[in-house]
């Protein structure tokens, strides 16, 4: 487990090389263990989400990460009745996690949930999903673009407590701007040469998303697809720390 960053304030002081994420978006155990060798020390922090879950493995990934000194950010997005999600935070404090996602929707839940969490696990608040543009928001009757969206949900969720955010890059100096420094904004939809025709629609560049005012980047696509995945997640690393240099 990493040492106490400090419980004063919600921001999570992370090193340069902690500010890439990589989206550990596999099917089991082997898979994972596969990728961690294969990126060695180009990537220190990562990601596991609901694909791992499905495979029985997930907690047994957990350990091995945090066996090899890397941090871990548990993406299951909670959205659930208050106590229910109160009571799985509360749980996934014993473990060695850096970040977890649930649901920017509701604030008697976000409540919950912070007053659960123990230990140095920061909460993220999932604001709009990045495969999601203002279409997708209409059809489901919010009237508000994207930009304006995620802004009033960091609100939110900074006034219930929850230490940061998922946001599209887009999205990130706007929420600066609203929500001041000590609050982490994490963004994922990274496309190092723009958008591609995936299913994430609103995508910035590296040194975009740090410039907006980002203070990490969840990568997936344009590493696990490279020829070389840790020369890329090298050349990433070398554009995060020229963007976090020149701010």
Same mark, same amino acid.
């Given at each position: @487990?990493?040492?106490? +960053?400090? &419980?004063?304030?919600?921001?999570? #002081?992370?090193?340069?090389?902690?500010? %890439?994420?990589? =989206? $550990?978006?596999?099917?089991?155990?082997?898979?994972?263990?596969?990728?961690?060798?294969?990126?060695?020390?180009?990537?220190?922090?990562?990601?596991?989400?609901?694909?791992?879950?499905?495979?029985?493995?997930?907690?047994?990934?957990?350990?091995?990460?945090?066996?090899?000194?890397?941090?871990?950010?548990?993406?299951?997005?909670?959205?659930?009745?208050?106590?229910?999600?109160?009571?799985?935070?509360?749980?996934?404090?014993?473990?060695?996690?850096?970040?977890?996602?649930?649901?920017?929707?509701?604030?008697?839940?976000?409540?919950?949930?912070?007053?659960?969490?123990?230990?140095? @696990?920061?909460?993220? +608040?999932? &604001?709009?999903?990045?495969?999601? #543009?203002?279409?997708?928001?209409?059809? %489901?009757?919010? =009237? $508000?673009?994207?930009?304006?969206?995620?802004?009033?949900?960091?609100?939110?969720?900074?006034?219930?407590?929850?230490?940061?955010?998922?946001?599209?890059?887009?999205?990130?100096?706007?929420?600066?701007?609203?929500?001041?420094?000590?609050?982490?904004?994490?963004?994922?939809?990274?496309?190092?040469?723009?958008?591609?025709?995936?299913?994430?629609?609103?995508?910035?560049?590296?040194?975009?998303?740090?410039?907006?005012?980002?203070?990490?980047?969840?990568?997936?696509?344009?590493?696990?697809?490279?020829?070389?995945?840790?020369?890329?997640?090298?050349?990433?690393?070398?554009?995060?720390?020229?963007?976090?240099?020149?701010?």
């Amino acid at each position: @487990m990493h040492a106490s +960053a400090g &419980t004063e304030g919600h921001k999570l #002081d992370l090193q340069p090389h902690e500010r %890439l994420i990589f =989206a $550990l978006d596999v099917h089991d155990q082997a898979e994972a263990r596969d990728w961690v060798d294969r990126l060695g020390d180009s990537v220190s922090f990562y990601k596991i989400g609901m694909e791992l879950l499905a495979s029985g493995e997930y907690f047994r990934v957990m350990d091995e990460l945090s066996e090899r000194g890397k941090r871990i950010f548990v993406d299951l997005k909670f959205f659930d009745i208050p106590a229910t999600v109160a009571a799985a935070i509360e749980g996934l404090s014993r473990w060695p996690v850096t970040f977890c996602t649930i649901h920017g929707w509701h604030a008697a839940m976000m409540e919950a949930a912070a007053a659960a969490k123990r230990g140095d @696990m920061r909460l993220l +608040a999932v &604001t709009v999903l990045t495969s999601m #543009d203002r279409d997708d928001l209409k059809a %489901l009757g919010i =009237a $508000l673009g994207p930009d304006r969206m995620v802004v009033q949900r960091a609100l939110a969720a900074q006034a219930a407590g929850i230490d940061g955010v998922i946001a599209s890059g887009l999205e990130a100096a706007a929420l600066r701007a609203a929500v001041g420094r000590d609050f982490n904004i994490i963004c994922p939809g990274i496309r190092l040469d723009g958008p591609v025709g995936d299913d994430q629609k609103r995508t910035v560049g590296v040194a975009e998303a740090f410039r907006n005012g980002a203070d990490a980047i969840v990568v997936g696509r344009p590493i696990r697809l490279a020829a070389d995945p840790r020369a890329a997640a090298r050349a990433i690393q070398e554009k995060i720390f020229q963007a976090i240099s020149n701010s």
